[in-house]
């Protein structure tokens, strides 16, 4: 492996393991939140700032717990493949197809969910969780980040992958604003955080 491919991989890994921290950190955050208000239904989760930005509805809805348990444990599980995958990107670690081809597979299934709990929060719930937006802001660079390896293992010197690779950023950029754009026209965000 060249200088130069070595400097890119680690720039991967890098990225990986601090996105996937802080989508684990905010996954935990949201367990023991969730914890509390399981021990005590008086509780008040500290991540209720209000009536649009607050996480106690989201927790305590069926949406918060589609597969029979609490989403908090997916997050905190799921998160752990990240950090791995960017350490051993730093260790300089040749990875198998098969191996990006489950991680392409792992990180399609996070946004899919995602973009529904997203939708879900929004247009059903009409509340904006802070820990799920962290959640949600690290889960979308995770995939593209993903998808970019994944396609350089199958097709490494595909136009495909290369178009992938130069416009990632953008692809993140344009479902932020997406996002946002959304949250805004149904629940005018905006004027909850300039009061």
Not at 166 to 175: P, R, T, Y
Request: aromatic share 16%.
């Amino acid at each position: 492996m060249n200088i130069l491919a070595a400097l890119k991989e680690r720039r991967y890994g890098i990225a990986f393991t601090v996105l996937g921290v802080i989508g684990w950190f905010a996954a935990f955050m949201l367990l023991t939140e969730y914890i509390h208000t399981l021990q005590d239904p008086a509780y008040d989760p500290s991540c209720n700032i209000s009536l649009l930005v607050t996480c106690g509805v989201n927790m305590n809805s069926w949406q918060g717990s589609i597969f029979g348990f609490s989403n908090t444990i997916l997050g905190v599980t799921g998160f752990v493949a990240p950090i791995i995958l960017g350490f051993l990107l730093l260790g300089n670690h040749k990875l198998s197809r098969w191996f990006w081809l489950g991680m392409a597979f792992g990180h399609t299934g996070a946004l899919v969910l995602v973009i529904w709990l997203f939708t879900q929060s929004v247009f059903v719930l009409g509340t904006l969780c802070p820990w799920c937006m962290v959640v949600w802001s690290v889960t979308i660079p995770l995939f593209f980040m993903v998808a970019r390896k994944t396609l350089g293992a199958f097709l490494p010197d595909s136009r495909v992958t290369e178009f992938v690779s130069n416009w990632m950023w953008v692809f993140i950029v344009s479902l932020y604003i997406a996002i946002a754009f959304i949250a805004q026209l149904r629940l005018d965000w905006f004027a909850e955080f300039t009061r």
